[in-house]
């Protein structure tokens, strides 16, 4: 039903597309009709622009800069998850209100299937789409090793344990769906292993329930006091531990903060799958910023600007590339505060690691600065581990501080 | 002075400075972990210190520190950490009678294994640091561990000036309120001078980290011969002498609470001068000329109970985290001066001790900014801490440990400390520092470069003033310094 349904939307659309792709490479001949690359082609900075109707904004400047190369592979197999039973269950309850909160959600699964471009919420469902995408209960990645690459090459790194645990939206373990008579939406904990002036630093995040409005909670255990410190969460948008990334990048916030509008739907090149092996391949080849080489596939793909309505949020906008099948998000641009793009988070794989969006391998990439966090947790990662709820209480960081 | 082997330390240098990258060393398909770091630490002073009975070197620190951690996971619910420390500092000019070797180190400074029992105990056994309270400068709920503040004073994190005690660390969670129990029982294993804080040459020796000479004469009408007799009166290795304390953790709402109690002793010497005796006839007279004086000198760590509370908020509409603590010092022993009638004469003719409760307090406010023309990536963590010491039973003997200068009856300070990094946290510049309402201040002022994971170069520089020279931190005016760190870890 769903992927009929999808089936005769796409087709539509493709011959609404095709179409208007007559018509305008009349009017402006040599800009729009790109050429679709077979399997196996190799696009880089020598023949980019022959294909630059399927790559984001930021690739094609990775690109220009010699940065990246993508190497077309077959589309991956359609791939089935928990959540699908939600999704199928709750078709049509849900809906989004006039300040774009999620109205009759039933828990769990994806609430808007499908999504019918012409209507004025189209952005706003997408939206809550990627935020409700499977990302497994819970999840472990130990080790992880984030790495801060500067233009030269320069090198700095940490290596971290980070768990995840989801409080609501659950659909493997139990209690399902969510944890009764909790405000939390959420936790992360972040353990750090190595170097060694920050070892032993920790962080426990309490994402709280959008619904309740309430502030997220923040611990830390800062080795150099022997202490948990309560922590402000003000600042989304700090850096985080030195990194390119900023807190809101993994939790931007509720997705009501913000106004989203579907700016494309199209067939884009995506490094949509990528297995261990592939992922092993991506780290080692690895040269600096430069990621050669990587595995994309035609991915049919929403792109969504997404702007905070908070006038003193940090980016003055994100672009979302959304897969149309997963609802992972494929790559994300953020926009700095004079409109310009800085940043390219791309998740390379979203599907290799069993959940959507939780990818082993990402990368955030400073394009004025020329300047990339990459972030690997390909060794080692677990999902619905069966984690319990104590491991994310702030009394757990002091007994576990050294 | 001791001899340094250059041809060694050329061999570790280069070995140190060839290694591209180091990382820690894992074993045992990573259930052993072992890293640590090397230190060397510089210093010169900034001011002359001869005035202050010192030597004319202008270095007061040549310190390396070789410090190794090892990580034992041995099953899922229990672990092993240990701790070595050696330390090794050159003989100083400046300083007098200080012993070659006072400040160095081969210690297994902390050893514990960890345990979860159960689902909601968890126990920690052996040689530990523990923490409890929210204040960052001063010590007011932060009484668990001694103190070694011999080397540098508090200018060092307290982390690595704690001294580690042999104790049973038990937390147990309750599932009404997020609560937990905290338990600490120091059953007094440790050498009995690791029980106390560890201070400063004095008395017989100038250390650089000595406060300023005495103010204190002793007003004897005739030049007699002195011999001190100290005996220092640490707490036994007995079970009567264990330090025992409870905590107890819970929240109401966004509101964390912690109220404890700490069985402990002073971890400050006092010291007891017992009245000099004077003779009244010529023949004894005549003998305390020829043969002098023994003064006996004993110091003391009186038991001290302290009784305490804390608590945070994280104010979401101003965005900063509020922090509050309370303590409670029960008969709290301070060092008080006898004036006595000496040859007609009125002298300041022996110490003894005098309690009074004494309440401490905190409010401190935590606030990360956003100052984009100053950082456009990263926050300013600011940080101000008020806090207040109050003498409920002053008395006007009361005075400083080791000098004739009243205490006041309600000591107030203003503890304050902003830092941020800069490009993508390879640099990080922090100022810090105490403001003390008499007048005196202490500025501590550091710049840290990161180039990769394995080196560290730490600029500081630290500044004292005070009203006086015996007062606070006035007790060491003129110790301005500046520190050069290097440190390569792995």
């Known amino acids: 039903m769903r992927n009929s349904y999808r089936c005769v939307t796409s087709t539509r659309i493709l011959r609404s597309a095709s179409l208007l792709l007559v018509i305008l490479a009349f009017l402006f001949p040599g800009r729009v009709l790109a050429e679709r690359p077979e399997i196996g082609t190799v696009i880089d900075h020598t023949n980019w622009q022959k294909y630059k109707e399927y790559l984001g904004t930021a690739v094609q400047t990775l690109m220009e800069k010699n940065y990246i190369s993508y190497r077309i592979v077959d589309r991956h197999k359609h791939m089935t998850f928990p959540i699908d039973p939600w999704t199928e269950k709750c078709n049509g309850q849900a809906s989004v209100g006039p300040n774009d909160e999620l109205i009759n959600y039933c828990g769990a699964g994806v609430p808007f299937p499908q999504i019918d471009l012409n209507d004025p919420k189209a952005g706003a469902k997408a939206y809550w789409n990627q935020d409700k995408r499977y990302t497994g209960d819970t999840a472990i990645m130990s080790p992880a090793t984030v790495m801060i690459i500067d233009k030269k090459g320069h090198e700095r790194s940490f290596t971290a344990e980070m768990l995840y645990y989801k409080a609501t939206e659950r659909t493997v373990l139990p209690p399902i769906p969510a944890i009764p008579n909790s405000d939390t939406r959420a936790y992360i904990r972040i353990n750090t292993l190595a170097p060694f002036d920050m070892k032993g630093f920790a962080v426990v995040m309490d994402i709280k329930r959008y619904e309740l409005n309430l502030p997220d909670q923040q611990w830390a255990y800062i080795p150099m006091l022997r202490r948990v410190r309560r922590m402000s969460t003000a600042l989304k948008g700090d850096s985080f531990a030195g990194t390119d990334l900023t807190y809101s990048d993994s939790y931007p916030g509720a997705p009501y903060e913000f106004t989203s509008k579907i700016l494309d739907f199209k067939e884009m090149l995506m490094c949509a799958y990528c297995d261990d092996a592939c992922m092993r391949d991506l780290v080692e080849k690895r040269q600096g910023l430069k990621i050669y080489n990587i595995p994309v596939e035609f991915t049919q793909i929403y792109v969504v600007e997404v702007t905070p309505k908070d006038k003193n949020y940090h980016y003055s906008k994100y672009v979302y590339y959304l897969d149309s099948e997963y609802w992972g998000i494929q790559m994300k641009e953020c926009y700095d505060l004079k409109g310009e793009l800085w940043k390219l988070q791309t998740f390379y794989g979203v599907l290799g690691c069993g959940a959507v969006g939780a990818a082993g391998v990402t990368s955030m990439t400073d394009l004025q600065a020329d300047h990339m966090t990459f972030n690997d947790s390909s060794k080692s990662y677990k999902y619905n581990a069966d984690l319990p709820e104590k491991e994310f209480l702030p009394q757990r960081l002091k007994e576990l501080g050294q | ?490």
């Open chain 2, 1 to 490: 002075m001791k001899v340094f082997h250059p041809a060694r330390v050329f061999l570790v240098l280069a070995v140190v400075l060839c290694a591209e990258s180091v990382q820690a060393l894992s074993l045992w398909d990573d259930r052993v972990r072992v890293n640590g770091y090397l230190k060397s630490q510089f210093g010169v002073w900034l001011e002359d210190q001869s005035p202050y009975g010192m030597g004319d070197n202008a270095i007061n620190m040549l310190r390396g520190t070789l410090q190794i951690e090892t990580d034992v996971k041995l099953t899922d619910w229990a672990k092993l950490y240990c701790v070595f420390r050696g330390v090794r500092e050159a003989s100083y000019e400046a300083e007098v009678g200080v012993p070659d070797g006072f400040y160095d180190e081969e210690d297994i400074r902390e050893i514990f294994l960890d345990v979860d029992v159960g689902e909601d105990l968890h126990l920690r056994i052996g040689r530990q640091q523990v923490v409890w309270g929210e204040a960052d400068y001063q010590l007011i709920l932060d009484i668990i561990n001694p103190v070694d503040m011999s080397w540098h004073f508090m200018l060092e994190p307290w982390e690595d000036l704690r001294i580690p005690n042999y104790m049973l660390h038990s937390f147990y969670r309750l599932p009404f309120l997020k609560s937990s129990i905290e338990l600490i029982w120091i059953p007094g294993l440790d050498d009995r001078e690791d029980r106390v804080n560890k201070l400063p040459p004095s008395v017989t020796a100038i250390g650089r980290w000595t406060p300023h000479p005495t103010n204190i004469s002793m007003d004897l009408p005739i030049p007699i011969p002195l011999r001190q007799n100290i005996n220092y009166k640490y707490p036994n290795r007995s079970l009567e002498d264990s330090n025992i304390g409870l905590r107890y953790m819970f929240s109401l709402g966004d509101f964390e609470f912690a109220i404890m109690d700490y069985y402990t002793f002073s971890y400050a010497p006092l010291p007891v001068l017992r009245p000099i005796a004077l003779p009244n006839d010529l023949g004894g007279i005549l003998d305390l000329l020829v043969n002098g004086i023994t003064i006996d000198l004993d110091m003391e760590y009186p038991r001290l109970n302290v009784t305490g509370a804390s608590m945070n908020y994280y104010w979401d509409w101003v965005g900063a985290v509020l922090r509050l603590d309370f303590a409670y010092y029960w008969d709290q022993p301070y060092t008080a001066k006898q004036l006595t009638d000496m040859m007609g004469t009125q002298s300041i003719n022996y110490f003894t001790i005098e309690e009074s409760d004494t309440i401490k307090y905190l409010v401190g406010v935590d606030r990360p900014s956003m100052i984009r023309w100053l950082n456009k990536t990263t926050s300013f963590m600011i940080m101000g801490q008020f806090i207040q010491t109050i003498l409920l039973d002053h008395k006007d003997n009361m005075v400083v440990t080791g000098f004739d200068a009243p205490i006041d009856k309600i000591q107030t300070f203003l503890n304050f400390g902003v830092t941020t990094s800069y490009f993508h946290a390879k640099i990080a510049p922090t100022v810090g520092g105490m403001y003390d309402f008499t007048g005196g201040w202490l500025i501590q002022n550091s710049l840290e470069y990161k180039p990769d994971n394995n080196w560290r170069i730490n600029l500081k520089s630290n500044h004292i003033w005070g009203h006086s020279d015996f007062d606070s931190v006035g007790l060491f005016r003129g110790k301005d310094e500046f520190i050069l760190e290097l440190i390569f870890q792995w």
